[in-house]
């Protein structure tokens, strides 16, 4: 019953101030070389809403990156259509798609000389004049990236002289100063420990909540994304689920995410555990 | 980008620097001229000796000028290229861009023979240099660049630099095998590079080329902060890659492509300048970095140039051979120290 009341008074939300910003209809990614086509995956579909945060997960390999790049524009889609605010992706000029959509990549940055000040202030190139003059907008908003990652004790250092922990959240904090609608990160929670995997995500939380920041994710961290996400998306061999956690659970979806002779996913502990 | 700290007072510091070592260059010289009769020189005032008036006009004032030139533009180019291909090895010289350089120029001089003597002649105008030389830097650097698209590791890349050089080094051999002494002293001479031997004339070609590249240079500043991050980052940040590719590589070739014309393949500058600049103003932004660059280079090749010179002796050293003997020491010195050269 009570269960039952709260996913009416989500379903009412959500139907109040729906606004797709991310469609994906039929969507198959790959790579096209001179002599073949690879398909990576196909028939992809779904709908990211102002405001969510959706994990995405699936086994290594499976095409989390390919997707994740393809929605960037970083490599073309082999079918299917991409519409970020209601408007197909390969209408936007890259400098009109800087405005709408920021990226968090595993490389780290090219020069590990910069500082963290003008690592985050690059993230104002798309407004900026043809030096890169920054204007006091700018600077406050540089300032408010800082803050909401917590790196303003950075500012002055060098990348080099980072962890990997702070250099994900400065990342962050660069696509923050960017002022998207849309982030995507892919798997921003790679080499860091448990504590900072668990910062990272819920900061990535708060920024969807506080800052109604639309946020994909991709992540091996399987049990986190279950316990933070709005929605996720299951990448498999054979299918792309899409749905809320509790949903994906109760449809059986990650337990056909990986091989069940060693670890099989426990609906009640919503986590996998290893098998005996 | 944002900067910590205003550099103004490290740039008031390099500009003296500048000024001081200009005036320490014209007033040195195998000829010893008192210091005000130089200033006057300069001006075009009258001297206590005709012949000062002509040494300091004529002969110090252009070389000076070329060391400025060849100084800035070479080790901007090394910035660009550093740059480009976030690579902190990489300068005009050790992709091969110079070899190419010396390959335009050596198809010149050494194959002027096969035009004949008189077409020969007015193909060796101070234009024609700069043309074979820009060329050649210029092929090279496309080449270099081709393979780039195919091979992501840079230090692969590095090691394809260094094999074009040689392989442009081998055809300057087999056509110098086939050339006349006096062709093949005048390359030699050329290779040794020389900042004594351009006239006012070429000193206004140079500057136009050296000029139209840094131009290129500045207007790229802004996708060139991009390029720190990565491509893909740079781009995901409305940067259009091929136009600042092409940019860089066209300002690159002209820069090293007319300085070694006019100087002869100079070593080390491009390499260790924005190095020796970057612990010296600890930013990335190329903003600074730039003119910073620029000057400093400026200030090291006039330097290189008043220590090649042999103060009043009649002996003048190769540049090439000075800029090495500084740089390398300089490089192996930064590298045992950092133990890692960041860019």
Request: hydrophobic fraction near 50%; glycine fraction near 8%.
């Amino acid at each position: 019953m009570v269960i039952g009341s709260e996913k009416k008074i989500t379903i009412l939300m959500t139907s109040e101030n729906k606004h797709s910003v991310l469609e994906i209809s039929e969507l198959a990614i790959g790579y096209i070389s001179k002599k073949k086509t690879t398909i990576v995956s196909e028939g992809i579909n779904f709908s990211i809403n102002k405001g969510e945060l959706v994990g995405l997960v699936g086994t290594n390999g499976i095409g989390k990156s390919t997707l994740l790049r393809t929605l960037a524009g970083m490599q073309s889609a082999l079918k299917g259509a991409i519409t970020i605010n209601d408007t197909p992706l390969n209408q936007y000029s890259s400098l009109q798609l800087a405005n709408k959509l920021s990226i968090v990549l595993t490389e780290a940055p090219a020069s590990s000389n910069l500082s963290v000040l003008e690592l985050i202030s690059l993230g104002r190139q798309p407004y900026t004049n043809w030096v890169g003059k920054l204007s006091e907008t700018d600077k406050e908003i540089i300032q408010k990236a800082l803050k909401a990652t917590e790196t303003e004790s950075l500012a002055n250092q060098k990348c080099y002289e980072l962890s990997d922990g702070q250099l994900q959240r400065v990342m962050i904090a660069r696509a923050l100063a960017q002022d998207t609608q849309l982030i995507l990160l892919d798997e921003p929670t790679t080499h860091l420990d448990l504590y900072h995997r668990a910062y990272i995500l819920k900061l990535l939380k708060r920024l969807a909540i506080e800052s109604g920041k639309t946020i994909l994710f991709s992540t091996h961290e399987i049990d986190l994304a279950i316990q933070l996400s709005d929605k996720m998306l299951v990448m498999t061999s054979e299918k792309t689920h899409y749905n809320s956690p509790e949903n994906l659970i109760r449809q059986g979806c990650f337990e056909t995410l990986f091989p069940k002779e060693t670890i099989h996913f426990d609906p009640e502990m919503k986590r996998f555990v290893l098998k005996n | 980008m944002e900067t910590q700290k205003s550099y103004l007072i490290h740039f008031i510091i390099l500009l003296l620097l500048l000024v001081v070592t200009f005036l320490l260059n014209v007033s040195l010289g195998s000829v010893s001229i008192p210091f005000n009769e130089v200033i006057s020189g300069i001006f075009g005032g009258e001297t206590s000796k005709s012949s000062w008036q002509f040494i300091v006009f004529d002969y110090r004032l252009p070389k000076a000028f070329t060391a400025i030139l060849a100084g800035g533009g070479l080790a901007v180019s090394g910035l660009l290229m550093q740059t480009l291909f976030r690579n902190p090895l990489a300068g005009p010289f050790v992709l091969g861009l110079s070899s190419g350089a010396s390959l335009g120029v050596a198809f010149l001089i050494l194959g002027a023979g096969i035009f004949g003597g008189a077409l020969g002649g007015l193909l060796l105008s101070s234009w024609s240099l700069v043309i074979a030389s820009a060329l050649g830097s210029f092929l090279v650097l496309l080449a270099v660049l081709s393979v780039s698209f195919k091979v992501k590791d840079t230090m692969t890349l590095l090691i394809i630099g260094l094999m074009f050089g040689s392989v442009t080094a081998a055809i300057v051999s087999v056509l110098s095998y086939f050339s006349n002494a006096e062709q093949l002293q005048q390359f030699v001479f050329w290779s040794f590079g020389t900042l004594g031997n351009v006239s006012w004339q070429g000193i206004f070609i140079l500057s136009l080329c050296v000029v139209f590249g840094l131009l290129l240079s500045f207007v790229s500043i802004k996708p060139l902060n991009a390029l720190l991050l990565g491509e893909n980052y740079a781009k995901s940040m409305g940067i259009n890659i091929k136009k600042t590719t092409l940019y860089i590589i066209l300002a690159t070739s002209l820069l090293a492509g007319s300085i070694t014309a006019f100087a002869g393949p100079i070593a080390f500058v491009g390499l260790a300048v924005p190095h020796l600049t970057r612990q010296y103003f600890t930013t990335s932004n190329h903003l600074v970095l730039l003119p910073a660059v620029l000057i400093s280079g400026a200030i090291l090749m006039l330097v290189c140039d008043t220590v090649a010179q042999l103060p009043f002796t009649e002996y003048t050293l190769p540049i090439n051979a000075i800029t090495s003997l500084l740089g390398a020491p300089v490089v192996i010195w930064l590298l045992v120290r950092k133990r890692k050269l960041l860019f």
